[in-house]
């Protein structure tokens, strides 16, 4: 009896109790779901989807950033361009010229110890002097021949003959390596000086900003944007400038010791092979 009691107060309160569960929340919203909206960014912010100063800063181009720039600004980024162009002139000029030069002395040495004699040697690369190691075998050869267009030596002036013949291929070394080197002094000042070139248009574009936050009171980034993006452009244009310069220079320079290094192993040989010509013409 009690437990039929138990269950039909169970239906009952169930019956009752049903509606209030199917209703909805009276703090739930019941029309239509709200739509997405994108929020305005906060004061000082700059938008960087369009229309604001976010755009005109993230699409400034070169052209209108240099002409907007101040006068010093300016005065730097020429500067530096011309100096970028100067120093990528010298290295394209001097990057062919060294290949140029070390094949045509690979092509000379193996003509040089192919056998061929002197004579013919030096009456075919005679008028086509056109590399150091040309020049250093013409040098020692000439000397090597005027020693005998008085008569035949002397054992006595066999010293002396050696000692021309190497200061002839000496000063025709040093003189084809002056040839060589020239225009690295301006790789070297451009990779030194460009950087600080560009510091200088970066104090300077700083400066500006900091009149600009004086003269406005005001710190948002559109006021000081201009200034950072012009001391920001002169930096690098000034690493654009240093940089390659620095890295050819180095580069050069090796490439020059190594070649200078052959020229003087090829005048000591030549040298040698001079010198034993001249004991047995004694003997």
């Known amino acids: 009896m009690m437990s039929r009691l138990a269950a039909a107060f169970l239906a009952l309160f169930l019956a ?43 699409s400034i181009p070169i052209v209108s950033m240099f002409l907007r720039a101040d006068i010093v600004v300016q005065t730097v980024l020429v500067v530096l361009v011309l100096a970028s162009l100067w120093s990528w002139t010298i290295i394209f000029n001097k990057g062919v010229a060294l290949s140029g030069l070390k094949r045509k002395a690979r092509k000379f040495e193996k003509v040089f110890w ?46 002396g003959v050696k000692d021309r013949i190497d200061k002839a291929m000496n000063v025709t070394i040093l003189r084809e390596t002056d040839a060589l080197e020239k225009g690295l002094g301006w790789l070297a000042t451009i990779g030194a000086v460009a950087t600080f070139i560009g510091l200088f248009g970066t104090v300077w574009g700083i400066m500006n900003s900091f009149s600009a936050i004086a003269a406005r009171h005001d710190t ?64």
């Open 16 to 58: 009752l109790a049903a509606p209030a569960f199917a209703q909805p929340p009276s703090a739930a919203p019941t029309g239509e779901p709200a739509q997405t909206q994108g929020l305005a960014p906060p004061p000082g912010v700059i938008d960087a989807t369009g229309g604001g100063p976010a755009a005109m800063v993230g």
């Open 114 to 159: 192919s056998g061929q004699s002197l004579d013919e040697l030096y009456q075919q690369y005679g008028a086509a002097n056109d590399h150091p190691m040309t020049a250093i075998f013409i040098a020692g050869l000439r000397e090597w021949r005027r020693a005998f267009e008085g008569g035949a030596l002397r054992e006595s002036q066999i010293g």
């Open 220 to 283: 948002t980034l559109a006021v000081v944007a201009p200034g950072i993006a012009e001391a920001l452009f002169a930096t690098a244009a000034g690493l654009f400038a240093a940089i390659p310069a620095v890295i050819f220079y180095n580069r050069f320079v090796g490439e020059i010791g190594r070649y200078v290094n052959s020229l003087d192993a090829f005048a000591d040989e030549f040298s040698a092979i001079l010198s034993r010509q001249l004991d047995e013409k004694i003997r």
